[in-house]
């Protein structure tokens, strides 16, 4: 069985320093990935706005990618609603320079209610926002991979605009955060290098199978796209609240749930920090790292 790289999941309501430092501390401990999402506030659930700010992703990244030296950098994910995709890839281009290739770029739709009607920015319905990401990433990933792209869409309009990067640059990752079986995952078998989501180890062995037959209806080898999942994790009562998915218990309860994920094709884990504060977050990324990582035989 192939070795289960583990990601950890920095806080955007932190300070820019305790990111930073508790960046460091993940590396030097052994993690593999450092990701951070892409919110201007804490999600309500609704479009009420939250006072609670979150700091930029790509600010961060770049921090992260001048005083991190080894580790795989990550956005999980960047709305495409908050920028202009060939903002985004420009974005994108200037991190992953300065981190010498490591920056994992990852997409979404969009979805966040609050943040989207505080700064007046169109959301749409679920088809409108699919559509609208499908255009984008036609943007994107030209402006990163071609020589020069020119789209004319609904949404995006880009004409004969030149590659960000230059050619001889390594490719940089395209991950894109979904779940939707019918249209999503078929989006990601058609453009990602890497696809994440939220799951229980049943749930994402549901997922990638379902994203296994997304790859054969456009011919393509499921084995080329990585793919990467998290969970809150509540070791011995010890969680940092609620979350998407849930995986609770002891550290040996735990260890099996993470040797279920493996087995249904997991190659990362990422384990987020993102409910509490910094020395909770450290809390749990030191027992991850110290007491379970160990037993992943």
């Known amino acids: 069985m192939s070795t289960l790289a583990i990601g950890a999941w920095l806080g955007t309501s932190w300070s820019p320093d305790e990111v930073v430092t508790v960046g460091r501390e993940v590396e030097a401990a052994g993690y593999d990935g450092i990701w951070l999402a892409d919110h201007f506030m804490n999600n309500t659930g609704t479009e009420e706005r939250s006072g609670s700010r979150n700091l930029e992703v790509f600010g961060l990244l ?3 990618a001048t005083t991190v030296p080894r580790v795989r950098l990550g956005s999980l994910v960047a709305s495409m609603t908050y920028r202009h995709p060939a903002v985004l890839a420009n974005i994108a281009a200037t991190v992953d320079g300065l981190s010498g290739g490591r ?4 997409v979404g739709t969009g979805w966040q209610l609050n943040e989207h009607a505080a700064y007046g920015l169109p959301l749409g319905p679920p088809r409108e926002r699919i559509d609208r990401f499908v255009e984008g990433l036609d943007v994107l990933t030209g402006l990163l991979r071609d020589d020069s792209t020119t789209v004319d869409g609904e949404y995006y309009t880009v004409s004969d605009a030149p590659r960000v990067v230059a050619a001889d640059a390594p490719r940089t990752p395209l991950l894109i955060g979904a779940s939707g079986e019918r249209r999503m995952l078929g989006v990601v078998a058609r453009y990602a290098d890497e696809w994440n989501c939220w799951s229980t180890p049943e749930l994402f062995a549901h997922k990638s199978a379902v994203l296994d037959e997304h790859c054969a209806r456009v011919g393509r080898d499921p084995r080329t796209i990585r793919r990467s999942t998290q969970a809150i994790i509540d070791i011995d009562g010890e969680g940092l609240g609620p979350g998407s998915a849930v995986v609770s218990g002891s550290v040996a309860e735990i260890v099996d749930v993470i040797g279920r994920w493996r087995e249904a094709g997991l190659d990362e884990l990422i384990v987020p920090g993102i ?4 020395d909770q977050a450290r809390r ?9 990582v160990p037993q992943l035989v």
């Not at 920056?103 to 990852?106: A, C, T």
């Not at 749990?284 to 379970?292: A, H, P, S, V």
């Open 103 to 106: 920056l994992v770029l990852g």
């Open 62 to 64: 770049a921090g992260l």
């Open 275 to 278: 409910r509490g504060t910094a």
């Open 284 to 292: 749990l990324f030191d027992r991850i790292m110290g007491e379970i």
